[in-house]
């Protein structure tokens, strides 16, 4: 198990990605501890916001929840997490991110449902003419956890994960699907 010093400090993300979800006593002592609560919302900077709202609303079945034409802004949900995308003042001269050379948000981890989801969004998205797949399905590390990632129509790094914590004892001793150079 992971312990609840380490659930709690700068590793937290890592720990969930890697091990799944905490137990409830791990989950009690980091919110003890914890001064902030889980993330409310994150905004995206995006240079088609249409496009990037439709993927949201039409590719993961999210929902609108509002915008701001004069800003502007469409809001998007799927009842849990709440994503803001706001559209930069001119697309055609934004800078395009760059993992490795800005400083900002390297990617957004969405965790899915099951295994079976994660590969039906990985068909959806090799059909989607505007979603760029960095790598298909494959280990987190030694694995179990599976995850892969995409850049949707304005460029936004989306990383799709499903924790071992989500996974049948028949998953979990899966083969690695894929491997990356």
Request: charged residues 25%; glycine residues 8%; aromatic residues 8%.
């Amino acid at each position: 198990m992971i312990s609840a010093k380490l659930a709690s400090g700068a590793f937290a993300a890592l720990a969930l990605t890697i091990a799944g979800p905490l137990s409830a006593e791990e989950e009690t002592s980091a919110r003890q501890e914890a001064e902030t609560l889980g993330l409310n919302h994150i905004g995206f900077a995006v240079s088609d916001l249409e496009a990037s709202a439709d993927f949201f609303t039409e590719t993961l079945g999210w929902q609108r929840a509002g915008g701001d034409p004069d800003y502007p802004a469409i809001f998007v949900t799927n009842g849990e997490m709440f994503v803001t995308l706001w559209r930069v003042t001119d697309p055609a001269t934004a800078t395009p991110f760059d993992r490795k050379s800005n400083v900002g948000l390297h990617h957004m981890a969405i965790t899915v449902r099951d295994l079976t989801t994660l590969h039906e969004l990985h068909h959806r998205f090799e059909q989607h003419p505007r979603v760029t797949i960095e790598f298909a399905p494959e280990f987190l590390g030694d694995g179990p956890t599976t995850h892969m990632m995409i850049r949707e129509p304005s460029g936004l790094r989306l990383e799709f994960i499903v924790p071992r914590g989500r996974m049948s004892e028949d998953e979990r001793a899966l083969p690695n699907p894929r491997s990356r150079d």
